[in-house]
């Protein structure tokens, strides 16, 4: 038997909901096991304990209607899948496309926890902090920078730019970061 997660038992409900054909709340997770695919050798003890945990939570709804049980997220739910996401930010992009991307940012000071939050984020990334509000990036990560000012409420204090080349300092970038590819100067 897999040991299943909370995380996946949101992300499959946050992918689309799950409508199963006359569910009874006992036997649901033993219908949502031949439901899903993924969850076909998961523990059913486990797979309901998750559900009524998460409802119980208020992160995802059960409703019954007909002789259809549907499970769907909550804004809740949706809030917590965020935080796990949050948590586990990795780059996505691998190879270097020849672009640099500086990240310039001014936080008030309110927004003290959140800006430090980015910053650390930011080096979890492997950016370079080039200043204590400016950082660089030879990688995309456009995306990622787009949920951590989302998630962290400071779209209004980032600005991302992207440039050809930068003229000084690329050299002393790259002694920081050797494993980069440098055929990319």
Same mark, same amino acid.
């Given at each position: 038997?897999?040991?299943?997660?909370?995380?996946?038992?949101?992300?499959?409900?946050?992918?689309?909901?799950?409508?199963?054909?006359?569910?009874?709340?006992?036997?649901?997770?033993?219908?949502?096991?031949?439901?899903? &695919?993924?969850?076909?050798?998961?523990?059913?003890?486990?797979?309901?304990?998750?559900?009524?945990?998460?409802?119980?939570?208020?992160?995802?709804?059960?409703?019954?209607?007909?002789?259809?049980?549907?499970?769907? @997220?909550?804004?809740?739910?949706?809030?917590?899948?965020?935080?796990?996401?949050?948590?586990?930010?990795?780059?996505?992009?691998?190879?270097?496309?020849? &672009? *640099?991307?500086?990240?310039?940012?001014?936080?008030?000071?309110?927004?003290?926890?959140?800006?430090?939050?980015?910053?650390?984020?930011?080096?979890?990334?492997?950016?370079?902090?080039?200043?204590?509000?400016? =950082?660089?990036?030879? =990688?995309?990560?456009?995306?990622?920078?787009?949920?951590?000012? #989302?998630?962290?409420? @400071?779209?209004?204090?980032?600005?991302?730019?992207?440039?050809? &080349?930068?003229?000084?300092?690329?050299?002393?970038?790259? &002694?920081? #970061?050797?494993? *980069?590819?440098?055929?990319?100067?």
């Amino acid at each position: 038997m897999n040991k299943i997660k909370t995380l996946d038992v949101l992300k499959v409900v946050a992918a689309g909901g799950i409508i199963v054909g006359s569910a009874v709340m006992p036997s649901l997770p033993m219908i949502l096991v031949g439901a899903i &695919k993924l969850w076909k050798d998961v523990n059913r003890t486990d797979l309901g304990r998750i559900i009524k945990r998460l409802e119980k939570q208020e992160m995802i709804a059960i409703r019954e209607k007909g002789n259809q049980t549907s499970i769907e @997220i909550t804004e809740k739910g949706k809030r917590r899948l965020l935080e796990y996401d949050f948590e586990n930010i990795e780059r996505k992009a691998k190879k270097r496309d020849g &672009k *640099w991307r500086i990240i310039i940012f001014d936080i008030p000071e309110d927004k003290k926890r959140n800006r430090e939050a980015f910053r650390s984020k930011l080096m979890q990334l492997e950016c370079i902090r080039l200043q204590d509000s400016v =950082f660089v990036s030879a =990688f995309p990560c456009k995306e990622e920078i787009d949920f951590l000012c #989302h998630f962290l409420e @400071i779209s209004d204090y980032v600005t991302v730019a992207s440039l050809d &080349k930068i003229e000084r300092g690329e050299d002393l970038l790259f &002694k920081e #970061h050797r494993d *980069w590819d440098n055929n990319m100067l």
